[in-house]
């Protein structure tokens, strides 16, 4: 357990969470007995190592694995939003999070969306999470109830499935794979005529046009996908933005949320959820400022008062390119200048040996993102 003043607060996307035999995604997924070890052995060596008191996981298939793996690490306390969807025999596929506290979960909710919301922004027809948010009060020390929301929001991946259909149409082709254009379903080896005929050429150019439109057809659908996925992962944020602005003028509880947010928070898509980057007038930012929303990471930079800011390390690798897409955000009560302050931010860590410098006996099953976590301190500790 942490140091009996500070309170740890993490968050851990779990990459395919799934005890076997069960499959994530396809029935190919399924993890020996040996890895599904390892990927046990390694969430315990970091629990052990980073000791936080309340953890939120991401990509959970096996609720009741990961109960029973933190009851035995000293979390008695758990919570999960719902289960997983069953795609066919022992195949699943949605993931759901979960939540996880040494000190005891009050209330548990799975957060859904208001269905009047969405006709109010535009968007037509019904609207649901991709991933359900989960909503816990937990009784921490020094601070009484505290408000915990974890979350997945919709990933980047386009939402057009006939993008990977294209492709492989196209793809499948070039491999020598029967062109359903032939007669027969016959195929040859070569995707052209050698002899330079007229036919031949006039064959060569229709094909070369047809690969283009499928080129054109993939690249306009993935767009069209990409924006469709970040317009979900928009909406996703603003409808949890607004239930917790409601539970907040209901409750007045300090809140935590945190999770796998799959973009930057200062870009564009998900800036909304900070309210200190919105502008008001002077007579209501006092009402305001109980709203706003912070960075841990920027509270605990302002703590050290540099004269410089510090680099933040990426939470996630594609290739070589490091991004940050797990965060940790902090109601005003976080915030050491708020009139209602009630902790501070004395440690932000991420755990990225596993990315940068990885062990293969003991990362090989481990995850695809950075744990992150923080240190608070309550007031008069």
């Known amino acids: 357990m942490s140091h009996i003043d500070e309170i740890k607060i993490a968050t851990l996307n779990l990459f395919n969470y799934i005890e076997p035999p069960n499959a994530y995604y396809d029935f190919d997924n399924i993890y020996t007995h040996q890895e599904w070890r390892k990927k046990q052995a390694w969430i315990v060596r970091f629990l052990?190592?980073?000791?936080?008191d309340v953890i939120a996981f991401q990509e959970v298939f096996s609720g009741d694995a990961l109960k029973v793996l933190l009851k035995d690490n000293g979390y008695p306390y758990f919570a999960i939003a719902g289960e997983p969807v069953q795609k066919a025999d022992h195949v699943y596929e949605s993931p759901v999070v979960a939540i996880a506290s040494r000190y005891p979960i009050e209330n548990a909710a799975i957060v859904k969306a208001n269905p009047?919301?969405?006709?109010?922004?535009?968007l037509l027809g019904d609207f649901?999470?991709?991933?359900?948010?989960?909503?816990?009060s937990i009784k921490l020390p020094?601070?009484?109830?505290?408000?915990?929301?974890?979350?997945?929001?919709k990933s980047k991946r386009p939402m057009v499935d006939a993008i990977e259909c294209a492709y492989e149409a196209q793809h499948s082709q070039k491999r020598g794979a029967p062109d359903p254009a032939l007669k027969n379903g016959s195929s040859q080896s070569a995707p052209y005529h050698t002899e330079f005929s007229q036919g031949a050429i006039r064959s060569s150019s229709k094909k070369a046009n047809e690969e283009?439109?499928?080129?054109g057809q993939v690249l306009a659908e993935n767009a069209l996908g990409t924006w469709a996925a970040s317009i979900q992962r928009g909406t996703e944020a603003a409808m949890l933005f607004?239930?917790?602005?409601?539970?907040?003028q209901r409750h007045q509880q300090p809140f935590v949320l945190m999770g796998d947010f799959n973009d930057a928070i200062s870009g564009d898509i998900l800036s909304h959820l900070m309210t200190n980057e919105l502008r008001f007038s002077r007579e209501s930012r006092g009402e305001i400022s109980d709203f706003v929303i912070k960075d841990a990471f920027d509270l605990y930079q302002a703590s050290l008062d540099l004269m410089f800011e510090l680099p933040r390390p990426a939470t996630h690798y594609h290739g070589s390119k490091g991004a940050?897409?797990?965060?940790?955000?902090?109601?005003?009560e976080f915030t050491p200048t708020d009139k209602h302050n009630m902790a501070v931010v004395t440690h932000y860590q991420i755990f990225d040996e596993h990315l940068v410098n990885p062990q293969y006996?003991?990362?090989?099953?481990?995850?695809?993102?950075?744990?992150?976590m923080i240190s608070v301190l309550p007031r008069g500790c």
């Open 48 to 52: 052990l190592k980073a000791q936080p």
């Open 116 to 122: 009047l919301l969405p006709g109010s922004m535009g």
């Open 128 to 136: 649901s999470y991709s991933r359900a948010p989960l909503w816990v």
């Open 142 to 153: 020094s601070l009484g109830l505290c408000d915990f929301y974890v979350v997945h929001l």
């Open 212 to 215: 283009a439109d499928n080129v």
């Open 242 to 248: 607004s239930h917790i602005i409601n539970s907040r």
């Open 324 to 332: 940050v897409l797990d965060y940790i955000l902090l109601s005003s």
């Open 361 to 372: 006996e003991q990362d090989s099953q481990s995850s695809d993102h950075a744990p992150v």
